[in-house]
């Protein structure tokens, strides 16, 4: 279908651009250990040691060649025949190339034949060679001093109570090696623990890195005046969650799969069941939501009509005697046809609880209401509630041993739950086999952890606004929705609407055909870099690919598609490039109508040094918004308040916006409601309030009349439906029927894309810093093959390798302190790579310990190219922050300029 060549704006495009963006809900992470820990892991006597040796080298070789030099018009004087001549000639060469000369080439009746000057000249640079290699000779003994010095410096600094905690986490193993290093200070550990130590306590400290104590999250407060940034010191408490997927889903069965308590269990239709001619069509419970479907039959429509018109559902106790008809049936058949029901997915079993994150509890309360004389019954209550007891209790992270034993204590009360499972249901040893794995704990502050001056982030604010707008054609998932628009808009057009599970299930089949479009269909709907957009076989997705080379066009200092100059002369760091967010703007306004704006945006940024009264920053990454992250932190520091007023209210006329019910068995994902509505998508779950609950049944699809897209539609608001995932984690886990969900509404963000590299220089590839108004959207990168950046040799001495590398990196221009990322080797050229090495690592070159961390990623056997990025904020820079630890801001910016 062509899209209509009317533009879109959903009073967001057309918005006057200097109408103040407020600021919506923020958040302050801060780096668990203070910036200057850095400064421990460098190596000052061994650097000053390395630059000595390279400047005397350099004076060694530029001496040496003024030595050969003079040789030549003495070589030249003497007869093509004189026998002293090839000795010369070799002296001269030895000079030349900064090796000692033979003894042939350099002996007393030579030097008696040489004019004064170029033998006193080669007098010298002999001794300058000779103290050079001396030199050279103790570096080794330097870097094994200062590494056993080093050593204690560091084991001191990962003695901090909240970094082993992090520790415990990211590395079990590594952990307890440092309690053994720590229990028995005259230890010796191996240097590659050594090594792996350093780099994880570079990295608690360089980076916002999102795990246990090595990062502490708390709110900001927004003030109307004051400094841009003011941290305030408080107390981190660990929060602790059950991470496993599934594991919450797993423990809340126990509960209602008793079963001496199976008459008592509620039972729901279904959500997404309708009929359809001669059958109910509905979606299968499962993860993996199959389009299912059971002939309509006079028992089936008996059910759903009773069903249907109990929103919370009923017991089947209660199911039993209205199907029974007042003993018109014998109770036996009905259960039998109760089972079917439920095994067939048409009937769920809810849990009976009104919010995934109040489970534990709402179970234990269910039981109690239920069965409260059942002794097993009241057991399994008290446990849910003591478990649920334990989670909720904050834990602070200056002590260690309390720290780990509440850690135990949870995972204790997780198993000691398996005791109340059946003996012959696999549901107890699951639950009896978990371990600290299986549980995820997360610093933060009840209280603010910073206050921002709002004008004088406004700026900030505002251009991440224009970023917003012109992120639009990137919206991750708008190559797949061009493609349903494509494949199935016409038909959905003829009918004016289709209800939204029907045209989940026209989807499955369609997957299910054959043939190229077919499987690029399938491809697009798995992952949104499934391929080139350039070269899909849809054609609404290359005109897309055109208006994202047009979008980047705007801000690439190259050419995005055709000849790319390569760098000329030396290989000076990319120069950054720096244009005017009404590029961006310009941009933006250009869009096509099918392009449909974002309206909210959650950036986390970092204060770097700038040249303008308010801050600059550099932006990590964005993230759908809504106050997503900031809802989290909500959940975590006062989980009491899951339902305060939402923070985004419904705005008349305009999309209704609905937060997904699901938390797609991933306790990361829970969070403060911060949408005015929430979807009915949960089958196992009891639906909340009608008057803020989406229905599946009540959503169609149809297509926009401003796009030209495929949407969604609500009948009873009569207005279009935006569904949003407001939690941390969605990618990998939501459900298909969920995901199309998504894909529809249009509003999941992607990184801001990257300009284009320069042509090969050589191997290396250079990538400068793209600066837009006050955010750096790209930090400067280059990169190599692995197989051009030096390697220690076997049987190489450490210091002699430390003066190669250091070498190398000057002559290539790279920045002292960096991050490195490791990218694979494929069919297809260098790729990122998809393991633990693909995020960035901290690299000091002054730094032996970090050297040898650099080392190990080079020996990797999948290494196939190295990134080298600029480290933006430099976290050793004097004034690089407001605070002494690496911090960011989670920043929040909508399209109507609301919070």
Not at 671 to 695: E, F, I
Request: with cysteine.
């Amino acid at each position: 279908m062509e899209p209509p060549p009317t533009m879109y704006t959903h009073g967001d495009a057309a918005a006057a651009v200097t109408d103040p963006v407020r600021p919506g809900p923020a958040v302050f992470r801060r780096a668990g250990l203070p910036s200057g820990v850095l400064d421990t892991l460098r190596f000052p006597s061994t650097g000053r040691a390395v630059d000595e040796i390279l400047a005397r080298r350099s004076a060694v070789a530029e001496r040496g060649r003024s030595a050969a030099d003079a040789l030549h018009p003495v070589i030249g004087a003497l007869p093509e025949r004189e026998p002293l001549r090839p000795r010369l000639v070799g002296l001269r060469r030895a000079l030349y190339r900064g090796r000692r000369p033979t003894a042939k080439e350099w002996a007393p009746d030579l030097a008696d034949r040489l004019p004064a000057g170029p033998a006193r000249d080669i007098r010298r640079w002999l001794a300058d060679l000779d103290g050079l290699r001396s030199a050279e000779a103790s570096l080794e003994r330097v870097l094994d001093a200062e590494a056993a010095e080093r050593r204690d410096l560091l084991v001191g600094t990962a003695a901090d109570p909240a970094f082993r905690i992090g520790l415990d986490v990211s590395s079990p193993a590594l952990a307890a090696e440092l309690d053994k290093w720590l229990g028995d200070p005259a230890r010796s550990p191996r240097p590659r623990t050594v090594s792996t130590l350093a780099r994880y306590v570079a990295r608690a400290a360089a980076k916002t890195s999102p795990l246990s104590a090595f990062l502490t999250s708390g709110p900001v407060e927004w003030a109307a005046d004051g400094p841009a940034v003011a941290v305030h010191p408080r107390q981190a408490l660990g929060v602790h969650e059950p991470a496993e997927h599934g594991l919450r889903e797993r423990i809340a069965e126990l509960a209602a799969s008793r079963p001496d308590l199976r008459d008592e269990a509620v039972l729901r239709l279904n959500p997404t069941a309708e009929r359809d001619g001669g059958t109910i069509g509905y979606i299968g419970p499962t993860a993996s939501q199959a389009p299912c479907s059971i002939p309509a039959r006079p028992a089936v429509l008996d059910v759903v009509a009773l069903l249907g018109a109990e929103a919370a559902g009923l017991s089947r106790r209660e199911l039993r005697r209205r199907l029974c008809g007042g003993g018109a049936e014998p109770a036996e058949r009905v259960d039998a046809f109760i089972d079917h029901l439920l095994k067939a997915g048409l009937l769920v079993r809810v849990v009976p609880v009104s919010r995934f994150e109040t489970m534990l509890g709402d179970c234990a309360a269910w039981l109690d209401d239920r069965h409260p004389a059942d002794p097993g019954a009241r057991a399994l209550a008290d446990d849910l509630r003591e478990l649920d007891r334990t989670l909720s209790t904050r834990v602070p992270l200056d002590r260690v041993e309390p720290y780990r034993e509440h850690r135990r204590r949870v995972i204790g009360q997780v198993r000691g739950l398996a005791a109340h499972a059946p003996a012959s249901d696999p549901l107890g040893a699951y639950l009896a086999t978990r371990t600290i794995n299986g549980l995820r704990d997360s610093a933060v502050t009840p209280g603010p952890l910073a206050s921002c001056s709002v004008p004088a982030w406004e700026p900030v604010l505002d251009d991440l606004d224009a970023l917003r707008r012109w992120l639009a054609p990137f919206a991750l998932w708008l190559p797949a929705r061009l493609v349903l628009t494509e494949l199935l808009g016409e038909a959905v057009a003829a009918r004016g609407t289709m209800p939204l599970v029907r045209f989940y299930r026209e989807l499955q089949k369609a997957r299910k055909a054959t043939g190229d479009i077919y499987r690029e269909l399938n491809a697009w709907l798995a992952s949104p870099t499934a391929m080139s957009a350039r070269e899909s076989a849809w054609e609404s997705v290359r005109r897309l690919a055109g208006v994202c080379d047009a979008a980047t066009a705007a801000i690439a200092p190259y050419p995005v598609s055709g000849p790319v100059p390569a760098p000329t002369g030396a290989p000076a760091w990319p120069e950054p490039v720096v244009i005017g967010t009404e590029r961006l703007r310009t941009a933006a306004a250009g869009f096509p109508a099918w392009v449909p704006p974002v309206r909210s945006l959650d950036a986390a940024v970092q204060v770097v040094p700038g040249d303008g009264p308010g801050p600059a920053v550099v932006v990590n990454t964005v993230m759908p918004g809504f106050g997503a992250v900031r809802a989290r932190i909500d959940h975590l520091t006062d989980p009491g308040r899951l339902q305060a007023p939402p923070r985004f209210p419904d705005l008349p006329g305009g999309p209704v916006y609905a937060c997904f019910s699901d938390r797609f068995g991933l306790s990361l994902n829970d969070h403060r409601q911060v949408l005015p509505y929430t979807l009915g998508d949960a089958p196992m779950r009891v639906p909340g309030d009608r008057d803020t609950t989406l229905a599946v049944e009540d959503l169609l699809v149809r297509v926009e009349e401003e796009t030209g897209l495929l949407a969604l539609w609500s009948r009873r608001h009569r207005r279009p439906v935006r569904v949003v995932h407001t939690g941390m984690m969605v990618s990998l886990w939501q459900y298909p029927f969920s995901h199309l969900l998504s894909i529809l509404s249009g509003e999941v963000l992607t990184p801001a894309p990257a300009p284009p590299v320069t042509a090969a220089a050589g191997l290396r590839r250079d990538r400068p810093r793209l600066t837009a108004g006050g955010l750096t959207l790209v930090r400067g990168a280059r990169r190599f093959p692995v197989s051009e950046v030096p390697v220690i040799r076997p049987g190489e001495r450490s210091g002699q390798y430390l003066l190669r590398l250091e070498e190398w990196r000057r002559t290539e221009r790279l920045p002292q302190r960096c991050f490195l990322t490791l990218w694979r080797t494929s069919e297809e050229g260098p790729r990122p790579a998809s393991t633990k090495w693909r995020k960035p690592m901290y690299l000091d070159f002054g730094s032996w310990f970090l050297v040898q961390g650099l080392v190990g990623v080079l020996q990797r056997p999948d290494a196939g190219a190295v990134v080298f990025t600029e480290a933006l904020p430099d976290p050793l820079a004097p004034g690089s922050g407001p605070d002494p630890h690496v911090a960011e801001l989670v920043l929040g910016v909508s399209g109507d300029g609301r919070p």
